[in-house]
């Protein structure tokens, strides 16, 4: 069964960071794709970033361009998500998700996290 759970979320003032992480179980973790995702209330689902398999190449949205890097270790089996100068704006729900194959794509993803808050005060 395959699981990933998230961890790092919380609540931090504008201008501070966060790293979030997502420990991969089940799942031949280098086979896959890993990304973040983020929901904000009243708002759908959106990419935030996603890294390949051997972690060197990677895609952002705009939003996370610059401000956040995305990480795995293959060995751990983790993914990691480092967010700095955070805006309210970043406030939401963070998901962890994978997918089969090589294609650093915005949907397709099979599994996913159950989340995390990130909550950026003004």
């Known amino acids: 069964q395959v699981q990933l759970v998230e961890s790092g979320g919380g609540l931090v003032q504008a201008g501070g960071s966060l790293r979030l992480s997502c420990a991969a179980s089940?799942?031949?973790?280098?086979?896959?794709?890993l990304a973040w995702f983020r929901q904000a209330p009243g708002k759908e689902r959106e990419f935030v970033a996603a890294?390949?398999?051997?972690?060197?190449?990677?895609r952002y949205a705009d939003s996370a361009k610059v401000r956040f890097t995305i990480s795995r270790d293959n060995a751990r089996n983790t993914v990691d998500l480092q967010m700095n100068s955070l805006k309210p704006e970043d406030t939401a729900v963070y998901y962890c998700a994978a997918r089969v194959g090589q294609a650093l794509l915005l949907n397709g993803y099979d599994y996913w996290g159950q989340g995390t808050q990130v909550t950026v005060s003004s």
């Open positions: 890294i390949n398999w051997a972690g060197r190449s990677t």
């Open positions: 089940g799942l031949t973790f280098s086979n896959y794709v």
